[in-house]
T-cell receptor, first 115, second 111 residues
Framework: DAGVIQSPRHEVTEMGQEVTLRCKPI?????LFWYRQTMMRGLELLIY????????DSGMPEDRFSAKMPNASFSTLKIQPSEPRDSAVYFC?????????????FGPGTRLTVL | GENVEQHPSTLSVQEGDSAVIKCTYS??????FPWYKQELGKGPQLIID?????GEKKDQRIAVTLNKTAKHFSLHITETQPEDSAVYFC??????????FGPGTRLSVLP
Protein backbone atom coordinates (compact mmCIF):
# COMPACT_ATOMS: atom_id res chain seq x y z
CA ASP A 1 0.00 0.00 0.00
CA ALA A 2 1.32 3.47 -0.87
CA GLY A 3 0.14 4.95 2.40
CA VAL A 4 -1.59 8.29 2.73
CA ILE A 5 -0.75 10.52 -0.22
CA GLN A 6 -0.72 14.30 0.01
CA SER A 7 -0.14 16.93 -2.63
CA PRO A 8 1.51 19.24 -3.11
CA ARG A 9 4.42 18.61 -0.75
CA HIS A 10 5.33 22.27 -0.74
CA GLU A 11 3.23 25.32 -1.56
CA VAL A 12 4.33 28.93 -1.58
CA THR A 13 1.68 31.51 -2.25
CA GLU A 14 0.92 35.15 -1.68
CA MET A 15 -1.50 36.52 0.84
CA GLY A 16 -5.04 36.60 -0.50
CA GLN A 17 -4.62 33.68 -2.86
CA GLU A 18 -6.66 30.50 -2.68
CA VAL A 19 -4.83 27.37 -1.60
CA THR A 20 -6.06 23.80 -2.06
CA LEU A 21 -4.40 20.87 -0.34
CA ARG A 22 -5.20 17.34 -1.40
CA CYS A 23 -5.24 13.99 0.31
CA LYS A 24 -5.76 10.39 -0.72
CA PRO A 25 -6.32 8.14 2.30
CA ILE A 26 -5.30 4.50 2.55
CA UNK A 27 -7.70 2.28 0.65
CA UNK A 28 -10.31 0.78 2.95
CA UNK A 29 -9.96 3.39 5.68
CA UNK A 30 -13.21 5.06 6.64
CA UNK A 31 -11.99 8.01 8.70
CA LEU A 32 -9.88 10.93 7.52
CA PHE A 33 -8.31 13.68 9.58
CA TRP A 34 -6.75 17.03 8.70
CA TYR A 35 -4.15 18.45 11.10
CA ARG A 36 -2.09 21.60 11.18
CA GLN A 37 1.36 21.65 12.80
CA THR A 38 3.22 24.75 13.92
CA MET A 39 6.03 25.32 16.38
CA MET A 40 3.81 27.42 18.59
CA ARG A 41 0.68 25.26 18.69
CA GLY A 42 1.94 21.76 17.90
CA LEU A 43 -0.41 19.34 16.15
CA GLU A 44 -3.95 20.66 15.94
CA LEU A 45 -6.89 18.65 14.65
CA LEU A 46 -8.80 20.80 12.16
CA ILE A 47 -11.55 18.45 11.00
CA TYR A 48 -12.28 14.79 10.62
CA UNK A 49 -14.58 12.77 8.42
CA UNK A 50 -16.15 9.38 8.98
CA UNK A 51 -17.55 7.61 5.93
CA UNK A 52 -17.09 10.86 3.96
CA UNK A 53 -19.24 12.85 6.39
CA UNK A 54 -17.69 15.68 8.45
CA UNK A 55 -18.02 14.69 12.11
CA UNK A 56 -16.19 17.44 13.96
CA ASP A 57 -14.98 20.67 12.39
CA SER A 58 -14.59 22.58 15.64
CA GLY A 59 -10.87 22.86 15.03
CA MET A 60 -11.24 24.77 11.77
CA PRO A 61 -9.80 28.21 12.56
CA GLU A 62 -12.34 30.32 10.72
CA ASP A 63 -14.57 30.54 7.70
CA ARG A 64 -11.59 30.94 5.39
CA PHE A 65 -10.97 27.23 5.88
CA SER A 66 -13.16 24.58 4.29
CA ALA A 67 -12.78 20.83 3.75
CA LYS A 68 -14.57 18.36 1.57
CA MET A 69 -14.55 14.64 1.06
CA PRO A 70 -16.52 13.89 -2.11
CA ASN A 71 -15.67 10.18 -2.00
CA ALA A 72 -13.81 7.63 0.08
CA SER A 73 -10.52 8.14 -1.76
CA PHE A 74 -10.14 11.90 -1.88
CA SER A 75 -10.32 14.95 0.36
CA THR A 76 -9.40 18.60 0.00
CA LEU A 77 -8.62 21.36 2.45
CA LYS A 78 -9.09 24.83 1.02
CA ILE A 79 -7.99 28.18 2.40
CA GLN A 80 -9.52 31.25 0.78
CA PRO A 81 -8.17 33.86 1.16
CA SER A 82 -4.86 32.73 2.60
CA GLU A 83 -2.98 34.77 5.22
CA PRO A 84 0.65 34.64 6.45
CA ARG A 85 -0.49 33.16 9.78
CA ASP A 86 -1.77 30.12 7.87
CA SER A 87 1.83 29.12 7.18
CA ALA A 88 2.30 25.65 8.67
CA VAL A 89 2.65 22.01 7.77
CA TYR A 90 -0.71 20.42 7.05
CA PHE A 91 -1.07 16.70 7.58
CA CYS A 92 -3.74 14.32 6.46
CA UNK A 93 -4.23 11.03 8.30
CA UNK A 94 -6.57 8.09 7.87
CA UNK A 95 -7.75 5.20 9.97
CA UNK A 96 -10.23 2.37 9.96
CA UNK A 97 -12.23 3.48 12.95
CA UNK A 98 -14.84 1.46 14.78
CA UNK A 99 -12.81 -1.72 14.51
CA UNK A 100 -10.04 -3.22 16.60
CA UNK A 101 -7.59 -1.62 14.22
CA UNK A 102 -7.98 2.13 14.65
CA UNK A 103 -4.37 3.05 14.17
CA UNK A 104 -4.00 6.43 12.52
CA UNK A 105 -1.61 6.72 9.58
CA PHE A 106 -0.20 10.09 8.58
CA GLY A 107 0.76 11.39 5.18
CA PRO A 108 4.07 13.21 4.54
CA GLY A 109 2.44 16.63 4.93
CA THR A 110 2.18 19.78 2.86
CA ARG A 111 4.41 22.66 3.91
CA LEU A 112 2.47 25.85 3.21
CA THR A 113 4.16 29.23 3.14
CA VAL A 114 1.99 32.32 2.70
CA LEU A 115 3.99 35.43 1.91
CA GLY B 1 -13.06 17.89 25.91
CA GLU B 2 -9.92 15.83 26.15
CA ASN B 3 -6.66 17.47 27.23
CA VAL B 4 -3.30 15.70 26.90
CA GLU B 5 -0.18 16.88 28.68
CA GLN B 6 3.29 15.56 27.94
CA HIS B 7 6.59 15.81 29.81
CA PRO B 8 9.38 16.55 29.40
CA SER B 9 9.38 18.85 26.40
CA THR B 10 13.03 18.05 25.70
CA LEU B 11 15.11 15.09 26.77
CA SER B 12 18.77 14.32 26.20
CA VAL B 13 20.23 10.92 27.01
CA GLN B 14 23.50 9.15 26.37
CA GLU B 15 23.49 6.36 23.82
CA GLY B 16 22.63 3.12 25.53
CA ASP B 17 20.69 4.75 28.35
CA SER B 18 16.92 4.58 28.76
CA ALA B 19 14.44 7.36 27.97
CA VAL B 20 11.02 7.82 29.56
CA ILE B 21 8.31 10.19 28.35
CA LYS B 22 5.11 10.66 30.34
CA CYS B 23 1.63 11.79 29.32
CA THR B 24 -1.57 12.48 31.21
CA TYR B 25 -5.09 12.72 29.85
CA SER B 26 -8.29 14.14 31.24
CA UNK B 27 -11.17 12.19 29.67
CA UNK B 28 -11.73 8.86 31.37
CA UNK B 29 -13.66 7.69 28.29
CA UNK B 30 -10.49 7.69 26.16
CA UNK B 31 -9.58 4.13 25.37
CA UNK B 32 -6.79 4.20 22.79
CA PHE B 33 -3.33 5.68 23.37
CA PRO B 34 -0.84 5.71 20.48
CA TRP B 35 2.71 7.03 20.44
CA TYR B 36 4.17 8.63 17.33
CA LYS B 37 7.72 9.40 16.26
CA GLN B 38 8.28 12.33 13.95
CA GLU B 39 11.58 12.79 12.17
CA LEU B 40 12.56 16.04 10.54
CA GLY B 41 10.55 16.75 7.41
CA LYS B 42 8.29 13.74 7.81
CA GLY B 43 4.85 13.00 9.13
CA PRO B 44 4.32 11.31 12.50
CA GLN B 45 4.75 7.54 12.38
CA LEU B 46 3.10 5.19 14.83
CA ILE B 47 5.64 3.30 16.93
CA ILE B 48 3.47 1.63 19.57
CA ASP B 49 -0.02 1.88 20.97
CA UNK B 50 -2.00 0.60 23.93
CA UNK B 51 -5.69 0.15 24.62
CA UNK B 52 -7.49 0.71 27.89
CA UNK B 53 -7.92 -3.00 28.59
CA UNK B 54 -4.15 -3.52 28.76
CA GLY B 55 -1.69 -2.23 31.34
CA GLU B 56 1.56 -2.71 29.47
CA LYS B 57 2.77 -3.50 25.97
CA LYS B 58 6.27 -4.10 24.71
CA ASP B 59 7.85 -4.22 21.27
CA GLN B 60 11.60 -4.87 21.31
CA ARG B 61 13.24 -1.78 22.85
CA ILE B 62 9.99 0.15 23.19
CA ALA B 63 7.35 -0.30 25.87
CA VAL B 64 4.27 1.61 26.94
CA THR B 65 2.50 1.48 30.29
CA LEU B 66 -1.00 2.70 31.10
CA ASN B 67 -2.50 3.60 34.47
CA LYS B 68 -6.22 4.14 33.88
CA THR B 69 -6.93 5.13 37.45
CA ALA B 70 -4.37 7.90 37.40
CA LYS B 71 -5.05 8.65 33.74
CA HIS B 72 -1.45 8.58 32.66
CA PHE B 73 0.66 6.56 30.26
CA SER B 74 4.35 6.43 29.55
CA LEU B 75 6.74 5.53 26.75
CA HIS B 76 9.94 3.70 27.66
CA ILE B 77 12.83 3.33 25.23
CA THR B 78 15.69 1.14 26.36
CA GLU B 79 19.23 0.92 24.94
CA THR B 80 18.73 4.19 23.06
CA GLN B 81 20.49 4.70 19.74
CA PRO B 82 21.22 7.89 17.77
CA GLU B 83 18.46 7.00 15.30
CA ASP B 84 15.95 7.26 18.16
CA SER B 85 16.51 11.03 18.10
CA ALA B 86 13.23 12.61 17.00
CA VAL B 87 10.11 14.30 18.35
CA TYR B 88 7.73 11.93 20.10
CA PHE B 89 4.01 12.59 20.48
CA CYS B 90 1.50 10.83 22.67
CA UNK B 91 -2.21 10.92 21.90
CA UNK B 92 -5.52 9.89 23.39
CA UNK B 93 -8.59 8.83 21.48
CA UNK B 94 -12.08 7.47 21.93
CA UNK B 95 -13.11 4.70 19.58
CA UNK B 96 -10.48 5.69 17.06
CA UNK B 97 -11.86 9.16 16.63
CA UNK B 98 -11.30 12.58 18.11
CA UNK B 99 -7.55 12.16 18.54
CA UNK B 100 -5.92 14.68 20.87
CA PHE B 101 -2.14 14.95 20.77
CA GLY B 102 0.32 15.99 23.42
CA PRO B 103 2.70 18.88 22.66
CA GLY B 104 5.62 16.57 21.90
CA THR B 105 9.00 15.67 23.39
CA ARG B 106 12.21 16.31 21.51
CA LEU B 107 14.53 13.40 22.28
CA SER B 108 18.24 13.70 21.58
CA VAL B 109 20.43 10.63 21.93
CA LEU B 110 24.03 11.69 22.31
CA PRO B 111 26.70 9.33 20.91
Amino acid sequence: DAGVIQSPRHEVTEMGQEVTLRCKPISGHNSLFWYRQTMMRGLELLIYFNNNVPIDDSGMPEDRFSAKMPNASFSTLKIQPSEPRDSAVYFCASTQSGTRTDTQYFGPGTRLTVL
Amino acid sequence: GENVEQHPSTLSVQEGDSAVIKCTYSDSASNYFPWYKQELGKGPQLIIDIRSNVGEKKDQRIAVTLNKTAKHFSLHITETQPEDSAVYFCAASKQGQNFVFGPGTRLSVLP
